[in-house]
């Protein structure tokens, strides 16, 4: 009934697999993915036609994590898996962005690829095994696919490149200071296609030594793909690419003139609109029947990047007229608005990024409901891509898989240089509002995010810059390296480069390749012009700002202080009745974990002090000899007993009242009243010994020595 096939690989210190012909055998192609005990399936399944008229390549990628992988329940009302996950929603874009270059050329079929975490040992973290598994499942299907791809995670430790780190080696970074990478690498058999990291300032040669050291672990997985292949792939699909060639020839001699004097025009605007203008005369020119070509608009965008990349590499000319590592003019503002703890423009050429940070209390922490379990967040960066950024209308909804996938770049590039919980006990959350775009609206994030924070107030470890880097690479060979790239030098080039950090090192590298042969030679050059861009770009901001600021008036204040775990239940009490209390009666906000690290917040100073010295009672064991500020509590024949310490009660003997002989203590006191006592010791069974007469009930201090007063 199955035909299955199945290749096994020691891989690092676990066991890979792939398998098919078992599992969901009507689709064009099935692989079940094992690592250790993390399994992932993915299904490949391709249209046979384009659709009509469709000038684009419609590549869907699904990843999809199941809580039963990891024998958990969904947690919220319905029970049930929902919209994507933020990590689903990376990882999806992550296996798309190295497979979605390597199919063939003019391929405009229908392909969805869907990868389901079926299982999860919380040791080997899915996604690397998600697009192992689709690239296996698009290889055996028939589709035109110039695979297949593998991809490896790399850590760093002790200066020693680890392959495929456990999750929890790379859960919270920040707080490991052992390992100082999570880097993601793929590529074909010659070429890496894709890398994306999070580094704690690592330098150029470190982090190309990541990606070489990846590139050479992912050779044995690409040759399993093939051994698989070999024994269960399908037929390929009856695809041949379209030859416009004659096309094209006739849009080149009717508008490349037109074209190269559209892309010389150096405004974006004034650009985009001649670039059009150009489209329509070249179109007008043609006939009939090449008008009504199919593949008019894909010999139209070949004309644009031919343009383009020519002068690029030829004249090293770019279309703004800059020279090739040459960053556009930068202003940098900060303090814009008056109610916000912290806010910055940064501004890049036409791109621009409002930044926008604001600090909260642990209560403002966000919750991560995850497979491998539940964890905090206390750094939360989004980004805000509106059509008004680029001149358009379009339709404003919740953030796509792009906002979601720049807000988490610019957040792993700033995660490095924020301070330890234990220095600054606040939830710091960042928006970036990116209101102009034309070019790498994610470094400006990561630009203005630095300066937004610093000016907030947060004690950064150092500001962090990004940049965007871009390739045009010949057939010959010959190639030039962009900095600062426009929105058109990365739609027409073969390269996507960011790189951010500090003047240190590099804290985040992400970099998505459009041809397959990109060599060390190239990437080290890139690294290195990059960390010139990168460096000019932190010295324009340390004109606007280079550390941290006053504290905000409207921004709370937090102060943390340790009570012993065993007192944690005192402070909380009865159903929270205590901490309710103090919270009530000092007006600060108190928040109390299991570690007994209490964080008190307010704008207010006299009300976190308040909360301290309500909490300290409660904690804190009276010191024998002290003076204390109490209240009568009850009057008996023998003396008074005072609330002088928290809820604790003190004795106070007749005797050690006044210097004089009284009949009785209702004499001189009263229940309620407030007196100041000291604090003699404890007696045999416990009990507290106070005094009044020794100390001044005005001014509270003490005016005799105890074996002076005592009896």
């Not at 990349?309 to 030829?314: G, L, Y």
């Not at 006592?677 to 509270?700: I, N, S």
Request: proline letters at 5%; aromatic letters at 6%; hydrophobic letters at 40%.
């Amino acid at each position: 009934m199955f035909n299955i096939s199945k290749k096994s690989m020691q891989w690092g210190e676990e066991t890979l697999t792939l398998e098919t012909g078992k599992v969901a055998r009507q689709a064009d192609g099935t692989v079940i993915a094992t690592l250790g005990e993390t399994s992932v399936m993915a299904n490949v399944t391709f249209a046979k036609e384009p659709k009509p008229g469709q000038d684009f390549f419609p590549l869907t990628v699904h990843y999809q994590e199941k809580y039963y992988a990891a024998g958990k329940v969904p947690g919220g009302f319905f029970k049930r898996e929902a919209r994507p996950t933020e990590k689903e929603t990376l990882t999806a874009r992550l296996i798309d962005r190295p497979i979605r270059p390597l199919f063939v050329p003019g391929f405009k079929n229908e392909v969805l690829v869907m990868c389901t975490v079926l299982s999860h040992d919380l040791v080997n973290d899915p996604d690397i095994v998600a697009m192992i598994a689709a690239s296996a499942a698009l290889t055996i299907s028939g589709a035109p696919f110039r695979g297949p791809i593998a991809g490896c995670r790399v850590g760093f430790e002790d200066g020693e490149y680890i392959l495929n780190p456990t999750v929890d080696d790379m859960h919270d970074l920040r707080n490991n200071p052992d390992q100082r990478l999570d880097l993601v690498v793929a590529g074909t058999k010659n070429a890496v296609m894709m890398v994306e990291s999070e580094a704690y300032e690592l330098s150029e040669a470190e982090m190309l030594g990541a990606v070489n050291f990846a590139h050479e672990q992912i050779q044995p997985v690409i040759d399993l793909i093939i051994s698989l292949a070999e024994e269960a792939a399908k037929e390929p699909f009856n695809f041949t690419p379209p030859d416009y060639s004659d096309l094209y020839e006739a849009v080149k001699a009717a508008g490349e003139a037109k074209m190269r004097d559209a892309y010389a025009i150096l405004d974006k605007q004034e650009r985009q609109s001649a670039v059009s203008a150009a489209k329509e005369e070249i179109i007008a020119g043609l006939s009939e029947e090449q008008q009504e070509d199919p593949n008019l608009g894909s010999a139209l965008k070949k004309l644009e990047s031919t343009v383009l990349r020519s002068d690029v590499v030829k004249n090293g000319r770019r279309i703004d007229g800059r020279a090739l590592d040459e960053v556009r003019p930068i202003v940098c503002e900060t303090g814009l608005l008056p109610r916000t703890h912290g806010s910055a423009l940064f501004t890049r050429g036409e791109t621009q990024g409002l930044v926008v940070t604001t600090l909260g209390t642990g209560d403002d922490e966000q919750m991560i409901d995850a497979l491998q379990g539940t964890y905090r967040s206390n750094f939360l960066l989004h980004y805000n891509f509106p059509p008004y950024s680029v001149g358009e209308v379009g339709r404003v909804g919740s953030p796509g898989r792009r906002e979601i996938g720049h807000g988490k770049l610019a957040w792993r590039a700033l995660q490095a240089v924020l301070p330890a919980p234990t220095d600054f006990p606040y939830t710091i959350r960042v928006v970036s509002e990116i209101t102009e775009s034309n070019g790498s609206s994610s470094m400006a994030s990561v630009c203005g995010g630095s300066l937004s924070m610093m000016d907030a107030g947060v004690p950064l470890k150092a500001p962090v810059a990004g940049v965007a880097m871009g390739l045009v690479l010949e057939e010959d060979g010959s190639y030039g390296i962009l900095t600062d790239i426009l929105g058109d030098e990365d739609h027409l080039g073969d390269m996507d480069f960011k790189v951010a950090g500090t003047e240190n090192g590099i804290t985040s590298l992400q970099m998505d390749i459009k041809v397959a042969g990109i060599t060390p030679e190239i990437m080290e050059k890139a690294l290195a012009q990059a960390k010139a861009g990168r460096m000019h770009i932190l010295g324009e901001m340390a004109k606007a700002l280079t550390e941290a600021s006053e504290f905000s008036v409207h921004a709370p204040r937090i102060e943390t202080m340790q009570v012993p775990t065993d007192k944690i239940r005192e402070v909380i009490g009865s159903g929270g009745k205590v901490i309710r209390e103090i919270v009530e009666v000092s007006g600060a906000k108190v928040d109390i974990n299991d570690d007994g690290i209490i964080k008190i917040a307010s704008p207010n100073g006299e009300a976190i002090e308040k909360a301290r010295e309500m909490i300290h009672s409660i904690v804190a064991e009276p010191e024998e000899g002290k003076v204390y500020k109490g209240k009568v509590v009850k009057i008996v024949d023998f003396g008074a007993f005072v609330n002088f310490f928290g809820k604790r009660d003190g004795l106070v003997h007749v005797s050690q009242i006044e210097n004089r002989r009284l009949n009785h203590p209702s004499d001189v006191l009263k229940e309620g009243q407030e007196v100041w006592v000291k604090l003699l010791g404890f007696d045999d069974r416990g009990k507290v010994r106070l005094a009044m007469k020794m100390v001044d009930q005005e001014t509270g201090k003490e005016i005799a020595k105890e074996d002076a007063a005592a009896d």
